[in-house]
């Protein structure tokens, strides 16, 4: 069964960095678009980035500002989201998701496979 799961998530001081980490299992991420959003308390969940399986072409929400870089290590079966000069309202739980079609989406539900998502809390 397909299982991803996400780590690297803390508490962080505003204008340090993160990188979070996606694990899967069950699946080849170079066989899947992989997506990282992101949900802050009382808000819908929103797009952050994403990777595409056909030569890694990677796409981004405005809201990133060109700080937040979205990988993946085949050898490791991992997807990363860099994120630096985190600011307070960056502050959410990130989730990675897997999509098995050709392109990319940016809706939640266009993602098949979904991990339990990871905290992180960007203090003032």
């Known amino acids: 069964q397909v299982q991803l799961v996400e780590s690297g998530g803390g508490l962080v001081q505003a204008g340090g960095s993160l990188r979070l980490s996606c694990a899967a299992s069950?699946?080849?991420?170079?066989?899947?678009?992989m997506g990282w959003f992101r949900q802050a308390p009382g808000k819908e969940r929103e797009f952050v980035a994403v990777?595409?399986?056909?030569?890694?072409?990677?796409y981004y929400a405005g809201f990133v500002k060109g700080h937040f870089t979205i990988s993946r290590d085949n050898a490791k079966n991992t997807v990363y989201l860099q994120m630096n000069s985190l600011k307070p309202e960056d502050t959410a739980v990130y989730y990675c998701?897997?999509?098995?079609?050709?392109?990319?989406?940016?809706?939640?539900?266009?993602?098949?496979?979904w991990g339990q998502g990871t905290q992180v809390t960007v203090s003032s």
């Open positions: 998701a897997a999509d098995r079609t050709s392109g990319y989406h940016i809706t939640p539900g266009s993602y098949d496979y």
């Open positions: 069950g699946l080849t991420v170079s066989s899947y678009a």
């Open positions: 990777i595409t399986w056909s030569g890694g072409i990677t």
